[in-house]
């Protein structure tokens, strides 16, 4: 068998990929060297192809997709500007209707004060005249004595329509007023006297009183006078009896006085 050159019933190298005799040490397989190269090469090309066409598909929609939205958006945006054209319009509009009834509304009022205050000050001016006539004609400028009565009873007046007293009234009120001072000319003599007869009843017991010191005084004074001879007899006495006493103790014993003793036996 010659090295170098295989015979015809020798077995190839590999049959395929997964063959158990390409072991690593083999070195019959490497990275991009399988059988199904081309095919897997062609395969992958194709894959490619596919997926270009569709990312190309894809870019074509999305881009159409952003035109539409686009148009969508600037369709919108038309119609929106639009609107808030109309409604600023309406606004306006609806602002001078506003403006406008507000107007309309002040001026009658304004009509409608000015023709109350005309109607007042004219009820005004009436009322006036008719409280002056009634003044002038009525019992409060004349003075009129029966406008103060009162109804609950004769001794009461109305203060606000009271014109002042009558004379019968004027002459009731100076003779309780010289009642008065009478009666109170009365009670000070009456105070007076007793006032009078207070003071003298204090000079009685005033000099009531300096009469029962001085007696007082005058009892004191003989008592102690009486004390005082008293004990000057009693002085006396005690210096008669410490004399005595002196006498009766200073005597000496006699021959007869030491012969009364051991006179008999016992």
């Known amino acids: 068998m010659h090295i170098g050159r295989p015979g015809k019933k020798d077995l190839p190298a590999r049959r395929s990929d997964n063959d158990d005799r390409n072991t690593v040490s083999g070195m019959q397989r490497f990275m991009g060297e399988d059988l199904n190269f081309h095919e897997r090469k062609k395969f992958q090309q194709e894959q490619n192809r596919e ?3 569709q990312q190309q598909r894809e870019r074509k929609n999305a881009r159409a997709d952003h035109k539409r939205a686009e148009d969508l958006y600037m369709k919108t945006r038309l119609q929106f500007d639009e609107t808030a054209k109309q409604l600023q319009n309406l606004e306006s509009a609806t602002r001078k209707a506003v403006r406008a009834a507000v107007q309309e509304f002040n001026k009658s009022q304004a009509l409608e004060s000015a023709e109350r205050k005309s109607l007042e000050k004219k009820q005004e001016q009436e009322d006036n005249l008719a409280e002056i006539s009634n003044l002038l004609r009525g019992d409060l400028l004349s003075e009129n004595p029966q406008q103060a009565a009162s109804s609950f009873g004769p001794h009461r007046v109305v203060p606000d329509r009271w014109k002042g007293m009558t004379r019968g009234q004027l002459e009731q009120v100076r003779l309780v007023q010289k009642q008065q001072v009478q009666e109170k000319l009365r009670i000070q003599e009456e105070e007076r006297q007793r006032d009078q007869e207070w003071d003298w009843q204090r000079v009685q017991n ?5 009469l029962m010191e001085r007696q007082r005084r005058r009892q004191q004074r003989d008592l102690r006078r009486a004390l005082d001879c008293s004990n000057l007899g009693l002085a006396r006495e005690q210096l008669l009896q410490k004399k ?6 200073t005597d000496h014993p006699t021959e007869d006085y ?7 036996s016992r």
């Open 258 to 264: 030491f012969t009364q003793f051991n006179t008999r």
């Open 244 to 249: 005595l006493m002196k006498e009766v103790c």
């Open 51 to 53: 997926w270009s066409l």
């Open 206 to 210: 005033a000099r009531t009183s300096v």
